[in-house]
Nanobody
Framework: QVQVAESGGGLVQPGGSLRLSCVTS????????MGWFRQAPGKERERVSC????????TYDDSVKGRFTISRDNTQRTLYLEMDNLKPEDTAVYYC????????????????WGPGTQVTVSS
């Protein structure tokens, strides 16, 4: 049984920072690429970032380039998303996903998803 769990969401003022974390159970953590996605009410889910199985390469949506950083610690079996200079448009439920492949590529779907964590950016 595979479980995925995010943490670290909350309320932050514009320009502030948050770090999201994601842990998994029931699968070999370092065998798979992992990704962060987000979805706001009335909008489609979008991929924020993806990192390959070793952490040697990563991708970012244009809207977060230069502000967000994805990383992973395979020893601690934890995925992170460091979010800096947050903007109100970053407000969304953020999801962690994993499983299915080792390398990030457009069109690939992850097999396992967490329940999400709410990030709200507001003054």
């Amino acid at each position: 049984q595979v479980q995925v769990a995010e943490s670290g969401g909350g309320l932050v003022q514009p320009g502030g920072s948050l770090r999201l974390s994601c842990v998994t159970s029931g699968l070999t953590f370092d065998n798979y690429a992992m990704g962060w996605f987000r979805q706001a009410p009335g909008k489609e889910r979008e991929r924020v970032s993806c990192i390959n199985w070793t952490g040697s390469s990563s991708t970012y949506d244009d809207s977060v380039k230069g502000r967000f950083t994805i990383s992973r610690d395979n020893t601690q079996r934890t995925l992170y998303l460091e979010m800096d200079n947050l903007k109100p448009e970053d407000t969304a439920v953020y999801y962690c996903a994993t499983g299915g492949y080792r390398y990030c590529r457009d069109g690939r779907e992850f097999k396992y998803w967490g329940p999400g964590t709410q990030v709200t950016v507001s003054s």
